[in-house]
C-alpha cells in the first residue's frame, strides 16, 4: 500500500520560496504509470491542483501557477518535491501531495492516495 507524508516549513514570509517534500513508501515514484501530484487548499476553499511530476520524470503544472512552480524528484530517496516561488498570503493552505494512476483526472477522487496535509502559512 503506497503511503505519501508531507514535510516542509509552515510559515513562510512574504516573496520567499515555498519548498515542500513528499516521502513515498509501499512504492516507487520511477516505476508503472503513476503521477505524482501537489494539491493545495485554501482556508475556506476548494482544492487545487498544482502540477504533477510523472513517473517517466515529466512534469505539467496548472497554467495558474506554472510560473512560479517547479516540481522535480529524488528517485533514490523516493521523494518529490515542490518549489512555489514569490509567495503571498493566498499561498496560504494545507498543502497536500497525492498519486493518480493517470495524467487525466476526471475528479478528486482519481487520487487514490493521498499524504495527510501539511499547513502552510504565508506572513511576515
Known amino acids: 500500500q503506497v503511503q505519501l507524508q508531507e514535510s516542509g516549513p509552515g510559515l513562510v514570509k512574504p516573496s520567499q520560496i515555498l519548498s515542500l517534500t513528499c516521502t513515498v513508501s509501499?512504492?516507487?515514484?520511477?516505476?508503472?504509470?503513476?503521477?505524482w501530484s501537489w494539491i493545495r487548499q485554501p482556508p475556506g476553499k476548494g482544492l487545487e491542483w498544482i502540477g504533477y511530476i510523472a513517473y517517466s520524470g515529466s512534469t505539467y503544472y496548472s497554467p495558474s501557477l506554472k510560473s512560479r512552480t517547479s516540481i522535480s524528484r529524488d528517485t533514490s530517496n523516493n521523494q518529490f518535491t515542490l518549489q512555489l516561488t514569490s509567495v503571498t498570503p493566498e499561498d496560504t493552505a494545507v498543502y497536500y501531495c497525492a498519486r493518480s494512476l493517470s495524467s487525466v483526472v476526471a475528479g478528486w477522487a482519481d487520487f487514490g492516495s493521498w499524504g495527510q496535509g501539511t499547513q502552510v502559512t504565508v506572513s511576515s
Open positions: 509501499g512504492g516507487s515514484i520511477a516505476s508503472n504509470s503513476d503521477y
